[in-house]
Nanobody
Framework: QVQLVESGGGLVQPGGSLRLSCAAS???????????MGWYRQAPGKQRELVAG???????NYADSVKGRFTISRGNAKNTLYLQMNSLIPEDTAVYYC??????????WGQGTQVTVSS
């Protein structure tokens, strides 16, 4: 099994920046099989939505609402994932979740980290 732990959330003023991190630990064979990673978020009263994704080949995709402001990246080690968030707005307030998956259908989620954008 694989466990994901997010960090880096917090309270930031509009226009500010945060960097989220996600670290995977557990079965090394399962970790090495991961071929897709992503960040999702869920605001109060709303459905969880994809924020950004990245494949093992480096292809990325972003929600329209965050394009040009957020950047997803992987660490040199296969078990780390980042989300650089710039020009934050109140609408970005949500719990942010890290998700990793492999080609045989195993999907792993972190416990979430709160991001609050408020003055």
């Amino acid at each position: 099994q694989v466990q994901l732990v997010e960090s880096g959330g917090g309270l930031v003023q509009p226009g500010g920046s945060l960097r989220l991190s996600c670290a995977a630990s557990g079965n090394i064979f399962n970790i090495n099989a991961i071929n897709a990673m992503g960040w999702y978020r869920q605001a109060p009263g709303k459905q969880r939505e994809l924020v950004a994704g990245i494949t093992s080949g480096g292809s990325t995709n972003y929600a329209d609402s965050v394009k040009g402001r957020f950047t997803i990246s992987r660490g040199n080690a296969k078990n780390t994932l980042y989300l650089q968030m710039n020009s934050l707005i109140p609408e970005d307030t949500a719990v942010y979740y890290c998700r990793m998956s492999d080609a045989v259908g195993n999907t792993y989620w972190g416990q979430g980290t709160q991001v609050t954008v408020s003055s």
